[in-house]
């Protein structure tokens, strides 16, 4: 399912944020490892799949002189999260011996309606592929009936229904007549990958989503309400568009929280003093309004 889990822990190696996203967005497990529609890792059938420490080294290089990576992403500035993890995709796929990136955001119409966009459009040794993206943030919530429902921060967000939305609109799109007109002849396969992140009630251990291996680090989500950090302890609150990758710092982070400053949903992170100075972080906790829990049930 993911072919890079040997370079699991290169992104906090990695001093570059925008090389250590990139390097979480090509190795981090996915959020779901089973779906009702096929799951699948854009650079499976890569030669970087089949040598794994190509591409680490391939990283370590960006890490060092990460010109072209900055150059690529100073040439379409982004503002949402989903298309910064779209972008990084994209220049990984340019980048990769194997496979050739043949379109991506490939918008499809019928007269002037827009149906949709194929966010990928690519081919290796396994054939053409049309890949949906995404990334997400859900948190946990226990119902009374036992069940289990992810949530994003936005409660209109939920796994199941992002799910659901992408078996039966975004992935069946590249088999439309007006989808078919754009495509190159023969099959097209088309699958997902979701990358991201699970946050579990604070002081709760919720069941593993199905096919998980449970090797994944467990975040927590608290509400407002009941934050009350530990002496010592370094929290900072975490941009938006710095979200995907474990942070690294060079020194002391400035613009440490107090509990006081909270008032709406927000990723925090704890960072500790490595022994080189730097400071990694070691937890994550989303903190969310006292009445988020009311807002997933109304």
Same mark, same amino acid.
């Given at each position: 399912?993911?072919?890079?889990?040997?370079?699991?822990?290169?992104?906090?190696?990695?001093?570059?944020?925008?090389?250590?996203?990139?390097?979480?967005?090509?190795?981090?497990?996915?959020?779901?490892?089973?779906?009702?529609?096929?799951?699948?890792?854009?650079?499976?059938?890569?030669?970087?799949?089949?040598?794994?420490?190509?591409?680490?080294?391939?990283?370590?290089?960006?890490?060092?002189? %990460?010109?072209?990576?900055?150059?690529?992403?100073?040439?379409? %500035?982004?503002?949402?999260?989903?298309?910064?993890?779209?972008?990084?995709?994209?220049?990984? #796929?340019?980048?990769?011996?194997?496979?050739?990136? =043949?379109?991506? &955001? =490939?918008?499809?119409?019928?007269?002037?309606?827009?149906?949709?966009?194929?966010?990928? #459009?690519?081919?290796?040794?396994?054939?053409?592929?049309?890949?949906?993206?995404?990334?997400?943030?859900?948190?946990?919530?226990?119902?009374?009936?036992?069940?289990?429902?992810?949530?994003?921060? &936005?409660?209109?967000?939920?796994?199941?229904?992002?799910?659901?939305?992408?078996?039966?609109?975004? #992935?069946?799109?590249?088999?439309?007549?007006?989808?078919?007109?754009?495509?190159?002849?023969?099959?097209?396969?088309?699958?997902?990958?979701?990358?991201?992140?699970?946050?579990? %009630?604070?002081?709760?251990?919720?069941?593993?989503?199905?096919?998980?291996?449970? &090797?994944?680090?467990?975040?927590?989500?608290?509400?407002?309400?009941?934050?009350?950090?530990?002496?010592?302890?370094?929290?900072?609150?975490?941009?938006?568009?710095?979200?995907?990758?474990?942070?690294?710092?060079?020194?002391?982070?400035?613009?440490?929280?107090?509990?006081?400053?909270?008032?709406? %949903?927000?990723?925090?992170?704890?960072?500790?003093?490595?022994?080189?100075?730097?400071?990694?972080?070691?937890?994550?906790?989303?903190?969310?309004? &006292?009445?988020?829990?009311?807002?997933?049930?109304?």
């Amino acid at each position: 399912m993911q072919p890079f889990s040997s370079l699991a822990e290169l992104p906090l190696r990695l001093r570059h944020d925008a090389v250590r996203e990139l390097a979480w967005t090509l190795v981090s497990p996915p959020l779901i490892e089973t779906a009702a529609c096929p799951l699948r890792h854009p650079l499976q059938a890569s030669d970087w799949a089949a040598r794994p420490q190509v591409l680490g080294d391939w990283l370590l290089q960006l890490d060092a002189k %990460p010109d072209a990576l900055i150059a690529f992403l100073q040439q379409q %500035p982004v503002r949402r999260l989903g298309h910064y993890y779209e972008c990084l995709w994209q220049f990984a #796929l340019q980048a990769a011996p194997g496979v050739e990136l =043949l379109a991506h &955001n =490939l918008p499809v119409r019928v007269g002037t309606q827009t149906l949709g966009e194929l966010d990928l #459009l690519l081919r290796d040794q396994e054939g053409v592929h049309h890949v949906e993206l995404a990334v997400k943030f859900y948190l946990g919530v226990a119902e009374t009936d036992g069940a289990v429902r992810w949530w994003g921060p &936005n409660p209109r967000d939920r796994l199941d229904l992002k799910l659901a939305h992408l078996c039966r609109h975004q #992935l069946p799109l590249s088999g439309h007549p007006a989808a078919r007109e754009l495509l190159p002849r023969g099959p097209v396969h088309a699958s997902f990958w979701m990358g991201g992140w699970l946050f579990d %009630p604070s002081g709760v251990d919720l069941p593993a989503l199905p096919g998980q291996t449970g &090797n994944r680090p467990r975040s927590r989500w608290q509400l407002d309400q009941d934050w009350s950090p530990e002496a010592g302890e370094e929290w900072i609150e975490v941009p938006r568009l710095s979200w995907l990758a474990p942070l690294r710092r060079s020194g002391r982070p400035a613009a440490l929280l107090e509990p006081a400053e909270l008032s709406r %949903p927000r990723l925090l992170a704890r960072l500790q003093e490595q022994a080189d100075g730097s400071w990694h972080e070691v937890q994550r906790m989303f903190l969310l309004p &006292n009445d988020w829990i009311t807002q997933t049930r109304s």
